[in-house]
T-cell receptor, first 113, second 112 residues
Framework: NAGVTQTPKFQVLKTGQSMTLQCAQD?????MYWYRQDPGMGLRLIYY???????DKGEVPNGYNVSRLNKREFSLRLESAAPSQTSVYFC????????????FGPGTRLTVL | QQQVKQSPQSLIVQKGGISIINCAYE??????FPWYQQFPGKGPALLIA?????SEKKEGRFTISFNKSAKQFSLHIMDSQPGDSATYFC???????????FGQGTELSVKP
């Protein structure tokens, strides 16, 4: 069981470039999430997917798009990267109730110059 | 804006001491309050969680105290160890797809 995997681990982009962050889980969870982590701000939800085929905005969706490719995979796309998107990005998947636990991947550290 | 406010931002405790981290929330609809632990370079991992029908939950050296009327909850780490040095996040959610609202985080350092 790999749990939640994310690629790449590190990425440097120039302003205006695009990229896709990949996430996959092997725990057969329905719900998946994308967060960004910035110093002093905790983790903030970008987008989430409650089930295959559905996605919805979180707290900070501007500048991002997502695709729930299948039950395992949930990708995050930056169409035109900006320096304000420099952050550490975490993907998570969630068990259903009653345990209601989110399992996080190892993160992608993104720098936009 | 739904918020969860966490304090202190950083905490230094001697080995064997008690670490206490506090969180306050605004939305009375929240019904799930987890604490996550994060080591450098890793993703957060669930440490312990509580629902508002109980006032306290204990798992080993970790205890959550919950005060519904004050809209506050706290994490107590008894007999703190250097291996507990990490960043701790409180969070809250309610029945909308499990979306978590996180606090700002507390960097705990336990000195030997």
């Amino acid at each position: 069981n790999a749990g939640v995997t994310q690629t790449p681990k590190f990425q440097v982009l120039k302003t205006g470039q695009s990229m896709t962050l990949q996430c996959a889980q092997d725990m057969n969870h329905n719900s998946m999430y994308w967060y960004r982590q910035d110093p002093g701000m905790g983790l903030r939800l970008i987008y989430y997917s409650a089930s295959e085929g559905t996605t919805d905005k979180g707290e900070v969706p501007n500048g991002y798009n997502v695709s729930r490719l299948n039950k395992r995979e949930f990708s995050l796309r930056l169409e035109s990267a900006a320096p304000s998107q420099t952050s550490v990005y975490f993907c998570a998947s969630r068990t259903d109730e009653p345990t209601d636990t989110q399992y996080f991947g190892p993160g992608t550290r993104l720098t936009v110059l | 804006q739904q918020q969860v406010k966490q304090s202190p931002q950083s905490l230094i405790v001697q080995k064997g001491g008690i670490s206490i981290i506090n969180c306050a929330y605004e939305n009375t609809a929240f019904d799930y309050f987890p604490w996550y632990q994060q080591f450098p370079g890793k993703g957060p991992a669930l440490l312990i969680a509580i629902r508002p029908d109980v006032s306290e939950k204990k798992e080993g050296r970790f205890t959550i105290s919950f005060n519904k009327s004050a809209k506050q909850f706290s994490l107590h780490i008894m007999d703190s160890q250097p291996g507990d040095s990490a960043t701790y996040f409180c969070a809250a959610s309610y029945n909308q797809g499990g979306k978590l609202i996180f606090g700002q985080g507390t960097e705990l350092s336990v000195k030997p």
